[in-house]
């Protein structure tokens, strides 16, 4: 089993549709929760970043961390075919960290 | 815009062959990372550099593959022998100052091992 794990999908819906993309972790170590979206033939791009457990909200996303669960998501409201992407979530541990261990990405298609 | 790139974009060779994988981190990053995004899954750490100095390597794959920054700005990446199992996508991040900094990443070199 892998440490991090994320459906790949591929999820498709309708324009203006809500969007919940999620990830579950097996490490406890992990305190620092990213989310990336990664258009085709281009890096990540840092979306959200979130410390411990809670909510953090930005526009249209809003990514949720549950550490007793250990599984985080991520909201799109309104979604736009530019959300089309694959979105990637990340995590490390302590404050001193650097390591980003990924799950393996969901692809998104918003339809207009 | 100055960010992340990387060159070439599009690498083909044949089992066998060395290749040189070159990273243009964000002028006045510190910190620059490697890593390997086999088709279909998430980028998986290589190695880190502060400065000029390669602080962590644990996550080459085989000693086919060496990765250096001698001057502390551009890196090299690069594989001897390459073997079909190293088609990927070789992606490299920069961070300003400390290395849990945001990482910024570039477009990425496609290598495709014949």
């Known amino acids: 089993q892998k440490e991090v794990e994320q459906d790949p999908g591929p999820l498709s819906v309708p324009e203006g549709a809500i969007v919940s993309l999620n990830c579950t972790y097996s490490n406890s170590a992990f305190q620092y929760f990213m989310w990336y979206r990664q258009y085709s033939r281009k890096g990540p791009e840092l979306l959200m970043y979130t410390y411990s457990s809670g909510n953090k909200e930005d526009g249209r996303f809003t990514a949720q961390v549950d550490k007793s669960s250990k599984y985080i998501s991520l909201f799109i409201r309104d979604s736009q075919p530019s959300d089309s992407a694959t979105y990637l979530c990340a995590m490390r541990s302590g404050a001193g960290s650097y390591q980003l261990t990924f799950g393996k990405g969901t692809k998104l298609s918003v339809i207009p | 815009g100055a960010g992340v790139s990387q060159s070439p974009r599009y690498k083909v060779a044949k089992r066998g062959q060395d290749v040189a994988l070159r990273c243009d981190p964000i002028s006045g990053h510190v910190s620059l990372f490697w890593y390997q995004q086999a088709l279909g899954q998430g980028p998986e750490f290589l190695t880190y550099f502060q400065n000029e100095a390669q602080l962590d390597k644990s996550g080459l794959p085989s000693d086919r593959f060496f990765a250096e920054r001698p001057e502390g700005s551009v890196s090299t990446l690069k594989i001897q022998r390459t073997q079909q199992e190293d088609s990927a996508v070789y992606l490299c991040?920069?961070?300003?100052?400390?290395?849990?900094?945001?990482?910024?990443f570039g477009p990425g070199t496609r290598l495709t091992v014949l």
């Open positions: 991040a920069s961070s300003l100052g400390q290395a849990f900094n945001e990482q910024f």
